[in-house]
């Protein structure tokens, strides 16, 4: 079958770093995506990796190891307006964008 | 980044009666638009695949009498619940695939969701 293991919540500090994990499994692979979306919003594009690698953007990066089916989403010098929930989507043989429940990032002052 | 517009941001209607939900690429033709609902709390479920001129493609459960989709056009996609129920009271999302718009060929950018209310 396939299907995505986020951690629930995490809790952070703001001006900290924050690495969120995904693990997933799917039929097929062509890339995946890092979405954040705040509460009682549509989610935003973040970041998008097919190849193995770091991909870096401003202050978030993410990370994809293909043979592992593992992927990161490193966030730094975190800001309040940064608490959301974030959702790794890998998309399987079909470009279909799997989904989970993502992780909700608290960030604390 | 790509732009996609919904409307309407919030709509409350009568348990019975049909509601129509739009989406727009504002800035780039979508010739593939995704239709979602997420209830509280949980993830995002895909309802269907909307290709332009052609019939939407439904997810396993998602009864296509009920959720009319039409993609008429290169631009706009919508979204009819019919005879809507409390049951269907849900957040309506929808998002657009950018072909050639990045190297990120299959990225899709939502639009800012549709809250439906069924009294």
């Known amino acids: 079958g396939q299907n995505i293991d986020q951690p629930t919540e995490m809790t952070a500090t703001e001006g900290a770093i924050v690495q969120i994990n995904c693990t997933y499994q799917t039929s097929g692979f062509n890339g995946l995506f890092w979405y954040q979306q705040h509460a009682g919003e549509a989610p935003t594009f973040l970041s998008y990796?097919?190849l193995d690698g770091l991909e870096e953007k401003g202050r978030f990066s993410s990370f994809l190891s293909r043979s592992k089916g593992y992927s990161y989403l490193l966030l730094k010098e975190l800001q309040m307006k940064d608490s959301a929930s974030y959702l790794c989507a890998p998309s399987d043989s079909n470009y279909q964008l799997i989904w989970g429940a993502g992780t909700k990032l608290i960030i604390k002052p | 980044g790509a732009v996609v517009s919904q409307h309407p941001s919030w709509v409350i209607c009568k348990s019975g009666t049909s509601v129509k939900i739009e989406c727009r690429s504002l800035?780039?033709?979508?010739?593939?638009m995704f239709w979602y609902r997420q209830f509280p709390k949980q993830s995002l479920m895909l309802m269907a695949t909307s290709n332009e001129g052609s019939k939407a493609t439904y997810e396993q459960g998602v009864e296509k009498d009920k959720f009319l989709i039409n993609h008429a056009s290169l631009t706009l996609s919508t979204l009819t619940v019919t005879s809507a129920h409390p049951e269907d009271s849900s957040f309506y999302i929808c998002s657009a695939r950018v072909p050639g718009f990045s190297r990120d060929l299959e990225t899709q950018y939502f639009g800012p969701g549709t809250r439906l209310l069924v009294l």
């Open positions: 800035d780039f033709q979508a010739t593939t």
């Open positions: 990796n097919v």
